[in-house]
């Protein structure tokens, strides 16, 4: 069983930055791909980000490509999600996820545990 704890949203404005952190405890983190979705007010849930194991591959959706970055440190079992350049279309429950697959993916099938999700605000 794996837990995971995002923290960091808020409201920010438009042109601002936030870090989103989501702690995991469970199964050893470093055996797991991680990813970041995010589901706005009468939306489907939408991929953002996603890494593999080692953290060496990336991958991120057109949306936020250039303005958000993904990261882990294994050592304290906690992946981030960078976010500048916030836009108000930004606005959602981001949530973190976990998959035993090697490489993350944008399908939201693929992943096998899932937070609580955190609330980021972005006003204009």
């Known amino acids: 069983q794996v837990q995971l704890v995002e923290s960091g949203g808020g409201l920010v404005q438009a042109g601002g930055s936030l870090r989103l952190s989501c702690a995991a405890s469970?199964?050893?983190?470093?055996?797991?791909?991680m990813g970041w979705f995010r589901q706005a007010p009468g939306k489907e849930r939408e991929f953002v980000a996603a890494?593999?194991?080692?953290?060496?591959?990336?991958y991120y959706a057109d949306s936020v490509k250039g303005r958000f970055t993904i990261s882990r440190d294994n050592a304290k079992n906690t992946v981030y999600l960078q976010m500048n350049s916030l836009k108000p279309e930004d606005t959602a429950v981001y949530y973190c996820a976990a998959s035993f697959a090697e490489y993350g993916s944008s399908w939201p099938g693929e992943y096998d545990y899932w937070g609580q999700g955190t609330q980021v605000t972005v006003s204009s």
């Open positions: 890494i593999s194991w080692s953290g060496g591959s990336t």
């Open positions: 469970g199964r050893t983190f470093s055996s797991y791909a």
